[in-house]
């Protein structure tokens, strides 16, 4: 259990190091420069040391952090401070909707903004904690602490569902129903909403867009069997590639497990990031019912 909850923890920040180079880029562009995109290089449009992390996966630390703060479930206003803290740290990247949201709690107190439009996949690419924290947990307690933490920022029918069937998908992974009980969960989100239906044409280019992100992770674990043919196939598709790399790398470490993971690409991810992965995961794991039950 300890190994998955740190596969998928490694696998959140493996992802983000590596789609952060060619984020925003083309697959033509990315063609053009590296011909394929495979090692953990750092640059890109934000200029990173190799090894270093973006929003995605520091989000996730502050999240986490929220959760070792907490002595239950934490709150929205437990949530929404942590993300002010992360936010005042001045973070190399954050994203439009993320910033409203945070600015809104500084300004109104409010922690939980009203619904929206904005289907945004910035509540999806932090939710890991909320994964390993709850494994074990009753349905309806794993999706409140899901949506308490996404709709500090987001609030969307789209944004929700994508993300509970996210952390649930990490949680298959974590628990042993593997591969068939991950894609059994993807096809139950196409069911509920068709828009997220990812078998159709091979998708390039994705925004930060929910429904586009989804299409690519889906798409790539559906038709990869490894965690590093997952992270080449969704990375290389370029755009928003930090995101969809580190969604697709979460649900694929918590399957594959820590041991699994590229070890070249493990010695590349800056050393200090590691090792809070790995701190973060045996906490989180350590709390929650299914290994409290254990």
């Not at 409010?110 to 009753?138: F, H």
Request: hydrophobic residues 45%; proline residues 5%.
């Amino acid at each position: 259990m300890r190994s998955h909850a740190r596969g998928a923890m490694l696998g959140l920040a493996l992802g983000d190091a590596f789609g952060a180079t060619v984020e925003f880029m083309t697959p033509r562009e990315i063609r053009a420069q590296f011909g394929c995109h495979r090692m953990i290089r750092g640059g890109g449009w934000l200029r990173l040391p190799p090894g270093q992390v973006t929003d995605d996966t520091t989000m996730a630390f502050s999240l986490a952090d929220a959760w070792l703060e907490s002595t239950a479930s934490p709150g929205a206003e437990d949530c929404a401070r942590a993300f002010d803290a992360w936010m005042r740290a001045k973070p190399i990247d954050i994203g439009h909707t993320v910033r409203r949201g945070i600015a809104r709690f500084r300004r109104t107190g409010e922690a939980l903004i009203p619904p929206s439009e904005d289907a945004g996949n910035g509540a999806t690419m932090r939710c890991t904690p909320v994964a390993l924290a709850t494994l074990g947990a009753p349905l309806a307690d794993i999706e409140a602490a899901t949506l308490t933490q996404a709709r500090v920022t987001h609030n969307n029918p789209l944004t929700d569902s994508a993300t509970c069937a996210v952390v649930r998908m990490i949680q298959a992974g974590l628990d042993g129903t593997g591969i068939r009980g991950i894609m059994a969960l993807a096809h139950e989100l196409s069911h509920i909403h068709p828009i997220f239906h990812f078998r159709k044409r091979h998708e390039e280019n994705p925004s930060g867009y929910i429904v586009d992100t989804m299409h690519v992770v889906l798409q790539g674990i559906d038709v990869n069997d490894s965690f590093e043919g997952v992270l080449l196939d969704v990375v290389n598709r370029g755009g928003d590639a930090d995101t969809t790399g580190a969604i697709a790398g979460t649900v694929m470490g918590a399957l594959v497990g820590e041991t699994a993971l590229p070890s070249l690409w493990l010695k590349a991810l800056n050393p200090v990031v590691a090792k809070r992965c790995v701190d973060y995961a045996d906490f989180l794991i350590q709390r929650s019912p299914a290994w409290q039950a254990n």
